[in-house]
């Protein structure tokens, strides 16, 4: 079972890559012990990227400071890893430019920008052993052999996979491989690594394992860090700032906490988050928020006779008073029961409770109070509503 | 017990559950099963036999039964191993400048270009024309008095009745045949290539150079090992260019005579199909040989991926 883990926890990651790496290799240390990579800022610059008539990215503008952990977090077709691979060099931009460091790289080759990429197939070359496959950047930068071997033997030791150097891919797990494609990108030291959901293909335990390390190897070495994801939870625990992507557009940039506690429109409200925001049709009328005649909070706002109310599932409270709706579907997690409704307002409003309380039948009729906080957000824009 | 009302087939003999629906299997089965018979098994196992008989002096006389004698003469006839010999000229031209030419032209062809499309239909094309046009069309280039060179003031020597070019010009024109249908298969063999191995090479800074030779070959190794088989049987079997260019009459023709074209010259011109067979023998086995050492050599350089 341990072999399939990266480390225990990230004081033994940390003690490993402290002890394993001279900080002479890295280029810089700050001062802790801790050796750290080179580490450049990134940054897009009005880019937009079509493919025929499909508009991929519009007018993507954002910026990953030095060091940084940025995760690229969107549904599927939102352009995230389109915009992760025109940083790579892999796909060309339709205009506007991008940069890392004090270089704009826009035209650059792949190979010419200095960065590494982990990709969600992991990408292993199946005809190399472990060894070849980790070595294979360091033989194209022309490195000297010694260099080459000292830094394969660190880099597996990093990832924990020092027995394993003359097996081929093929002979490793899933988690094995994603570790050996961790290795060959840490072992060129480049500014920048670029992570194309690189844990959709382990399983659940081992994915939380792995999110855990990669985030510690992060911190550690301090390299500007760009990560693809569709799973909300990996951004949320792995991000310095996490960027919300949809439909080709960046939705809100920001602080885990920031974006899940103050959301900037309706999309990354219902997005982040697991159950995601409840969004139910409303009103505001003398300072009170009402759904379907009842009122459920109080605001500052100037009266509305159409807007979204958002209210996390934790925030909704089954009682006598309240908006009325109709159970539709009852989820025993074990730790707690997720309570899904219907009414006119929503198609879908769901409770979270703990397994404790009495819950509710399907078909039955609750009232649902809010006990918590609210989000108003404008019923054609999305918009958040700022009172 | 319950009644079993799935209709969805199972592995091995569940496959047909009813005695209908085997019979179905087998008609629709039977006309292939036919034309194998027919033109494939009847004639491989009638070679055989064939082979058992000496050919009478005189057509209207019976052939005689000499069994395995005729066929195990062959090895200590000049003639035989003198087209063995042209074989392995001709197999050792044909093959590896088509593979060569057709993996550099798969290669160049696999590039995001404006046009390649119609590259890669020229490319191709060579597969679809004929032996005889291909050769009729390099005979009437090269032809000294009506070719093509002759009228842009080229004026070179009738390589078809040299003893040095013969076989290297037949080789070059059932080359630039094969060149197509590798150029087809290799293709296929680059489109079926993880773009994301790739697009890491590229991430890990490799070189073109670095990229074909350490990446893209290996990882094709399975297809350019069977272009290699299928060149290999090609070769054996190519005969229209040589029937056409060069021919019985042609005084040449000693070195150009593979087996196949010895083979054609027992029945067509010696009327010996007794020797005719035993060479095809000869050849069926030099063939099976050939592709079993192939197996055993070159598939241990080829890489299956996972």
Known sequence: MSDLLLFRNNADFTKTLNFKMPASRYGITDGSGLERCFMSK????????????????????????????????????????????????????????????????????????????VFQSYALYPHMTVRKNVEFPLRNAGVSKDEIKSRVDQALQTVGLSDLGDRKPGQLSGGQRQRVALARAIVRRPKVFLMDEPLSNLDATLRQQTRADIAALQRTLGTTTLYVTHDQVEAMTMGTRIAVMYQGKLQQVGAPTDLYHRPANAFVASFLGNPGMNLIRGSVQGGAVRVAG?????????????????????????????????????????????????????????????????????????????????????????????? | MAKRTTSL?????????????????????????????????????????????????????????????????????????????STVIFVGLVVPIGVFLGLLMAVAAHQRLKGIRVYRTIFSSTVVSSAAVAAVVFSTLLSPVSGYLPSIGIHAPDITSSSTWAMPMVAIVSAW?????????????????????????????????????????????????????????????SFGQIDIMIGTQNSTFTHTNVLIYAIYRFIHVSADPGMAASYSIALFFITLVVTLIQFRILEKRVHYGQ
């Open chain 2, 9 to 85: 087939p199972t592995a091995g003999v569940g496959v047909f559950r009813t005695k209908r629906d085997r019979r179905i299997g087998l008609a629709l089965t039977l006309p292939s099963l036919a034309l194998f018979l027919l033109f494939t098994y009847y004639p491989f196992f009638k070679n055989f036999q064939l082979a058992l008989y000496r050919a009478a002096p005189f057509p209207t006389l019976p052939n005689k039964f000499v069994g395995p004698s005729q066929f195990f003469s062959i090895f200590s006839d000049a003639q035989f191993w003198d087209s063995v010999r």
């Open chain 2, 177 to 237: 045949q094969f060149v197509g249908l590798a150029f087809i298969i290799l293709t296929a063999g680059l489109q079926s290539l993880p773009d994301d191995l790739l697009e890491a090479s590229r991430v890990d800074g490799a070189s073109s150079w670095t990229r074909f030779w350490r990446i893209i070959l290996p990882l094709l190794s399975p297809t350019v090992f069977f272009t290699l088989i299928v060149g290999v049987i090609y070769g054996l079997q």
């Open chain 1, 294 to 387: 009842s009122v459920v909070s109080t605001t500052n706002l100037a009266d509305r006779s159409d807007v979204t109310i958002g209210v996390r599932a934790e925030d909704l409270r089954i009682g006598d008073a309240g908006f009325a709706c109709e159970v539709v579907i009852v989820e025993d997690l074990g730790s707690e029961v997720h309570v899904v409704c219907q009414s006119a307002e929503s198609d879908r409003i769901v409770i979270r409770q703990l397994s404790a309380t009495t819950r509710p039948t399907v078909g039955q009729t609750v009232h649902l109070a809010i006990d918590g906080a609210t989000h108003l957000f404008d019923a054609m824009t999305g918009e958040r509503c700022e009172g």
């Open chain 1, 42 to 117: 990134v940054e897009f610059r009005n880019v937009n990227k079509s493919f025929g008539d499909n508009q991929v990215l519009t007018n993507f503008e954002l910026s990953v400071d030095d060091g940084e952990f940025l995760v690229l977090l969107g549904p599927s077709g939102c352009g995230k890893t389109t915009a992760l691979r025109i940083l790579a060099g892999l796909e060309n931009v339709s205009s506007g430019s991008v940069h890392i460091g004090d270089r704009e790289v826009t035209s650059e080759e792949p190979k010419d920008r200095d960065i590494a990429m």
